[in-house]
Each structure stands twice: as C-alpha cells, then as structure tokens.
C-alpha cells in the first residue's frame, strides 16, 4: 500500500518535470527559427502570423516594403499622417501599384484597428510595454528612441526570415516609385537616405538617416544589425541613428563587408534638404521636424506642391519641357516653428 502511493506521487513529479521540459525545449525551438535575437520579444501574437503576413506583402523576390505606426499617426480629428501616407500613393506615379506590399506595423491596438479598417497589410508588435506606445513620441524624448529601437529589433526579425525589405518612415511622401532609382544588384546591400547629401563624400561620412532605406537580407547585413542592436544599452540618450551613424564612422560595415550607398536627396529629399527638381524628386520625408502637427501641415503643403507641378506638367508634351526653376518647394513653416514652440503630445 505504502509502495503503490509513492509510485503515484513519483509519477506525478515525473509528469511535471516532463512538461518542464517540453516547455523548455518547445521555447527554445521557436526561438532556433530567428537565430538566437536579442533576448527581448517583440510578438504577442504566433510567429507564423508575421510568415504569413510577410508572405502576403512580398514581391516575388521576397521584398516588402515596412512603416512603424502607432495611434497618434492613426487617429486625429483631422487628418492623420496615415492619411498622408496613403494619399502620396495615389497622387504619385507609379505608386498606386505598389501599396499591396507595403506592411503597416502597428504597436497598439488602435493602429491595428485602423490599419485594417484600411484593408491594407497589417502585423500588431507588441511588447513589454503595451499601450504606452500608442501616444506622440516626441523627438528625441525617452519613449521616442524606445520606440526606435524596438523598431530595429523588429526589422532585425524581418531580415532572419529572409525578407529584404525598404524601411520607409510614415512621414515619408512616395511621390515616385523608388526602384526604378534604386539599385537592383543583389551586391548592394544597404541604400540609405540622408539629411543632407553631401557630394564626394564617402558613404560613412555622410549624414545617414534611417526614415528610408532599402536593405538586402544576408549574412552581412543580419551581422549589422546584430551589431547595431546589441548597441542599445550601452548608448543612453541616443536614437538608434546616431549609433547606427556611429557604427559607420568606426568601419563596422566595412568590416563585415556591407556594400553601403547612400542616396542623393534630389532624389529622396526631406524638410532637411530639399531636392532641386520636380521632375527627379522620389520620396520628400518631414525630417528635421518635432511634431505630428508641424508635419501633417507641411506634408499637406508638399502634395499641393506636387499636385500643382503635375498639372503643369499635364500641359506641356513632356516632363521635360516643365522648367523646375518655375516651382519651389513651399517653406517648411510649421516644422520650423515646432522647435521653438511648447509641446502638447498627441494622445
């Protein structure tokens, strides 16, 4: 009697180690898939679902093209900067096709809601810290570069699963399709922006930003931003950017043998520099700007330029024969003034 109730009681522990040890080796698994991240998650929601929804963006060489949005870029009383976005698709050329391969990444709920109340590609990332997402990430402030680099180690995820990609800022204007400009050998392996394109100057050098780039998936470029991520503790007060910038500067993509080329901003300009010439002008990106508001009102400004160019443009036989000295850019007003203005975040 004795004997048969200490079998029980062994077989109870057995069955408990057992499924300690399932769990383990279940978690370690899922984990193999994404070569061994970073030990933070980003995915509240099955693996499988961001296959599927990579799957459902790509283009047939495993490209897609990704923004970050949160709700205070979803949601408004006026128009939002989601609005914004969607709107430079329809108005630019060669743009309206591509939106099926553009994957919105939303990090709170509202977002998400938003996102698919648009029929467009969605994928919820969230993580640790929830809804606190959701609100206006002030430049530069604690939950602006916590998100930036939350967005790092998501697109860290989208390069293990074998998927190149353009990373594209939502504040970004696609007034062109890019990958005509873009570089189609598979040796490139990184195509960034920058705030200001400075001519003879070599890749490292320049003043990168990461509101837009192309990058391919491979070994070197995974590496990078390994590297890049694994930089996030040790880089208080600093927007993934500026180490990103800092990386270069040091030779890290030389050293892994990234082939880096940046682009010109008289092609993908911003608020930063300005590109010269409407008949080149791809994306137009409101950097160099504070707040959500600033930028909805001088992206606003930036489609009325365009629209306005475009229906000179109609008039004439060709693009060719529309002087771009007879069109300017409307001054950036609002984004000027939001650096010397209190701020009320968006909420």
């Known amino acids: 009697m004795d004997y048969s109730k200490c079998s029980i009681g062994n077989c109870a522990i057995a069955l408990l180690l057992v499924g300690v040890v399932h769990f383990f080796l279940t978690s370690r698994f899922h984990t193999s898939l994404?070569?061994?991240?970073?030990?933070?998650?980003?995915?509240?929601?099955?693996?499988?679902?961001?296959?599927?929804v990579l799957s459902k963006a790509s283009m047939p060489n495993k490209t897609v093209i990704i923004t970050i949005m949160n709700k205070a870029y979803a949601d408004g009383d006026g128009t939002t900067m989601l609005d914004l976005f969607l709107e430079s698709f329809w108005?630019?050329?060669g743009t309206r096709e591509i939106v099926d391969h553009?994957?919105?990444?939303?990090?709170?709920?509202?977002?998400?809601?938003?996102?698919?109340f648009r029929l467009l590609n969605c994928y919820e990332m969230a993580g640790e810290s929830g809804g606190e997402m959701g609100g206006e990430k002030i430049y530069m402030s604690e939950e602006f570069i916590k998100l930036m680099w939350r967005r790092t180690l998501f697109l860290l995820h989208v390069?293990?699963?074998?998927?190149?990609?353009?990373?594209?800022d939502m504040d970004v204007s696609w007034l062109r399709n890019p990958f005509p400009r873009l570089s189609t050998n598979l040796t490139d392996d990184l195509q960034i922006s920058t705030d200001k394109f400075l001519a003879g100057q070599p890749p490292e050098d320049q003043p990168i930003n990461t509101g837009f780039y192309l990058v391919r998936s491979n070994n070197k470029t995974?590496?990078?931003?390994?590297?890049?991520?694994?930089?996030?503790?040790?880089?208080?007060?600093?927007?993934?950017?500026?180490?990103?910038?800092?990386?270069?500067?040091?030779?890290?993509?030389?050293?892994?043998?990234?082939?880096?080329t940046t682009l010109n901003t008289l092609y993908f300009s911003g608020f930063c520099q300005d590109s010269k010439d409407f008949r080149a002008v791809i994306t137009v990106h409101a950097n160099c700007c504070r707040t959500i508001s600033a930028k909805?009102?001088?992206?606003?400004?930036?489609h009325r330029d365009w629209r306005r160019f475009k229906a000179a443009a109609a008039t004439t036989t060709t693009n060719?024969?529309?002087?771009?000295?007879s069109?300017?850019?409307?001054?950036?007003?609002?984004?000027?003034?939001?650096?010397?203005?209190?701020?009320?975040?968006?909420?």
């Open 222 to 260: 995974i590496a990078l931003f390994e590297t890049w991520y694994a930089m996030k503790n040790n880089s208080e007060g600093k927007k993934e950017q500026d180490v990103l910038i800092d990386l270069m500067k040091m030779g890290t993509s030389r050293q892994l043998g990234i082939a880096l």
């Open 102 to 116: 553009v994957l919105v990444v939303a990090v709170d709920r509202t977002a998400y809601d938003r996102c698919n």
């Open 91 to 93: 108005i630019g050329e």
């Open 296 to 302: 909805v009102a001088d992206l606003k400004a930036v």
């Open 34 to 52: 994404w070569h061994n991240p970073p030990i933070e998650a980003t995915s509240a929601v099955p693996l499988d679902d961001l296959a599927g």
């Open 320 to 325: 060719k024969t529309t002087e771009p000295a």
């Open 327 to 347: 069109f300017r850019w409307s001054a950036h007003d609002a984004c000027y003034h939001s650096w010397n203005t209190s701020i009320t975040p968006v909420e």
């Open 159 to 168: 390069l293990q699963r074998g998927y190149s990609f353009i990373f594209t």
